[in-house]
């Protein structure tokens, strides 16, 4: 990521506190390959995407499935506008959840 988005992933995994081992774990990394990465080795696209959505955008990716991401894509493709709102609406959603934790 850091070659290619100007994101430096040492940096993102110190700030969730998390050791070499928990932060490439989660996304079936070796510690040892995430070090490499760490230090300045290309990381492919497929990890630079496991990358974001675990540890930038916070994604259970156990918890996704098949599915779920059907039925995503058709209701983006076969009604743009309920998608949008809905969208809008889970996140007010989600916001409003964590600010009364």
Do not use: C
Request: charge should be positive; aromatic fraction near 4%; avoid cysteine.
């Amino acid at each position: 990521m850091k070659s290619n988005d100007d994101v430096d992933v040492r940096e993102i995994r110190r700030k969730l506190g998390l050791n070499q081992s928990q932060f490439w774990s989660k996304i079936g990394v070796t510690q040892s390959g995430g070090s490499r990465y760490e230090s300045g080795r290309n990381i492919p696209r497929p990890v630079q995407a496991l990358l974001r959505l675990v540890h930038v955008e916070q994604i259970d990716i156990g918890k996704i499935k098949k599915e779920d991401l059907e039925v995503t894509e058709y209701l983006r493709a076969s009604n743009p506008e309920l998608f949008k709102t809905l969208k809008k609406e889970a996140r007010a959603s989600k916001k409003k959840e964590r600010g009364t934790k």
